[in-house]
């Protein structure tokens, strides 16, 4: 053994390795979606492909000229345009702009929250059982354990050994599946976190891309939280929904002391987000017309990729919010021991072979490996083309 991994102790340390990047997984997959005389339909990672919005564009060139270093806390600007989306947006009333935090994209975040809070042996991280992957890492980052569990579920005292629950991962809509988890449901993982001394941290990415429900609940909403917000962050980025994802720019917000314990953190880990980014930031938080164009992008979209999966044979579950389709083979199930029928591998290869990148749902839980993951996030040109494509697999 020589070299850096020798240094470490061969990959292993404190954190216990990390998985492989799962993007990594599907190289061969990318690569014969490529070869498509018409070329890739790239449905994989949900990049955004539309403008960045002209009214954010203007904020970020007129506050170009920064030569000081950035307010790791974010600007005044920034803070009061995020809790004023806050209250119009999620039904946050009354959260103080100083319980809001911008960060350097809400990946980041995930990742690290368990650091800086404290976390590592002994602790765990309940996350969805269908999830993110990333706060799974962010679990090993800090030498905490992560323990999945099903919607509105809690670790049982088998899966946790003795050890004790401090922070507990929401997402909804889900990424992957798009599922809306309800008021009542949000409640009683509030309540279920609060007794246990816990914090409630909630993704809400995608909360602003709803399609089938009336509305997509937030953890600091009243009927949720009560009446303060202790205990509580959302977690929320202007990747998807402004377009902003090459912006890195996203904002946690919720319990003031939490808050504040966190800037602590950010301040001496030089985690600061550039000023003309805050600039921008503060501009697409209170601009909410170009959120709702962007939304009917989506939804056009959605409705052309929904109509050819459904063509094809392929079942469409959940997908009630966000920016997905969740999808699989109609003779697929997941299952305990492993899917029933063609798994979500032989499904994404199966969409590759006719220029269709796709995810597979093994990303994200061992309990996913039927389905594959559909964005939304291409031109309405590729997805026209996708379409087109799905249709030749029913023929």
């Excluded at 070869?35 to 970020?60: F, K, M, N, W």
């Excluded at 600091?220 to 990747?239: E, K």
């Excluded at 946690?252 to 314990?261: Q, R, S």
């Excluded at 749902?361 to 039927?370: N, V």
Aim: with cysteine; aromatic share 4%; net charge negative.
């Amino acid at each position: 053994m020589s070299g850096w991994s020798a240094r470490v102790g061969g990959g292993a340390s404190r954190t216990g390795g990390l998985p492989d990047f799962p993007w990594d997984t599907i190289r061969e997959a990318a690569q014969r979606a490529r070869t498509h005389p018409d070329g890739i339909v790239d449905l994989s990672v949900g990049t955004p492909v539309d403008p960045t919005p002209e009214v954010v564009q203007r904020a970020l060139r007129d506050a170009a000229d920064a030569p000081g270093y950035p307010l790791t806390a974010g600007t005044p600007a920034l803070r009061e345009a995020a809790a004023g989306w806050a209250a119009r947006s999620r039904g946050a009333v009354g959260l103080d702009p100083a319980a809001v935090l911008p960060t350097v994209g809400s990946k980041e975040l995930v990742a690290w929250l368990p650091t800086q809070l404290g976390l590592g042996p002994g602790d765990v991280v309940v996350i969805p059982e269908v999830a993110y992957p990333t706060y799974d890492v962010g679990a090993r980052l800090a030498g905490a354990r992560a323990v999945a569990v099903p919607p509105g579920g809690w670790p049982t005292p088998d899966e946790l050994a003795g050890d004790r629950v401090r922070l507990v991962w929401l997402n909804s809509p889900s990424n992957p599946t798009g599922a809306v988890a309800g008021v009542e449901e949000l409640r009683a993982s509030v309540q279920r976190a609060r007794d246990e001394g816990a914090v409630v941290a909630s993704d809400e990415c995608y909360a602003e891309l709803a399609w089938d429900v009336p509305e997509v609940p937030s953890v600091l909403d009243p009927r949720v939280a009560g009446a303060s917000h202790d205990g509580l962050l959302l977690v929320t980025s202007l990747s998807k929904r402004s377009n902003l994802a090459g912006y890195r720019g996203a904002v946690v917000m919720g319990d003031p002391e939490l808050v504040a314990h966190l800037l602590g953190v950010r301040k001496h880990a030089g985690m600061i987000v550039p000023t003309p980014v805050q600039a921008a930031v503060a501009a697409a938080f209170s601009d909410d017309e170009h959120v709702a164009v962007q939304r009917e992008r989506y939804r056009a979209r959605r409705a052309v990729l929904r109509t050819a999966l459904e063509g094809a044979g392929l079942l469409v579950e959940h997908s009630e919010a966000g920016l997905y389709l969740w999808t699989r083979s109609a003779d697929s199930t997941d299952g305990p021991d492993g899917a029933a029928g063609p798994t979500g591998r032989e499904l994404l290869d199966r969409l590759a072979g006719v220029g269709v990148l796709v995810a597979p749902g093994d990303f994200y839980g061992p309990s996913a490996r039927a389905h594959v993951r559909v964005a939304l996030t291409a031109s309405d040109e590729r997805v026209a083309a996708a379409a087109a494509r799905l249709g030749s697999l029913a023929r």
